[in-house]
């Protein structure tokens, strides 16, 4: 059974530290392998020269991939990331950005996971990351 959108939420709000909840995380869809999360617009997130900060963007997907292997696995467990890897194509001015981790691989004690953002406005690619975790209980 997969989990809910509104389970995902409470994982959110229950294990992540106060700035990552500033960011405005949602959960917007689950599948067994995969969760999209919106990482909606805010001025104060914004850099010199109005682009959404590339930190904002980096624990978006870190924090999507969380709730991807928590969906895979049924419930959140802890874990912890081993390596993130992040590239960005464009700047993101204005827009919500949905943020989805795609599971490659989920083994016992590692997962791994590739994480494409989108500028929703525009549909236009922002940035794509990897990540590989390991999975401590």
Do not use: C, H
């Amino acid at each position: 059974m997969t989990m809910t959108t509104a389970e995902a939420d409470k994982i959110l709000s229950a294990n992540f530290a106060p700035w990552v909840l500033q960011l405005g995380l949602t959960v917007e869809a689950l599948a067994d392998d995969r969760a999209t999360l919106r990482l909606p617009w805010s001025d104060r997130l914004s850099r010199e020269g109005g682009g959404l900060s590339g930190q904002a963007l980096m624990a978006a997907a870190d924090t999507a991939t969380v709730i991807a292997v928590s969906a895979a696995r049924g419930a959140y467990g802890p874990m912890t990331t081993v390596q993130q890897s992040t590239s960005f194509q464009r700047a993101v001015t204005g827009s919500d950005v949905l943020i989805e981790a795609v599971l490659t691989k989920l083994g016992r004690r590692m997962a791994f996971a590739d994480i494409t953002m989108t500028a929703e406005a525009s549909g236009e690619l922002a940035a794509r990351a990897s990540t590989v975790y390991a999975l401590l209980g």
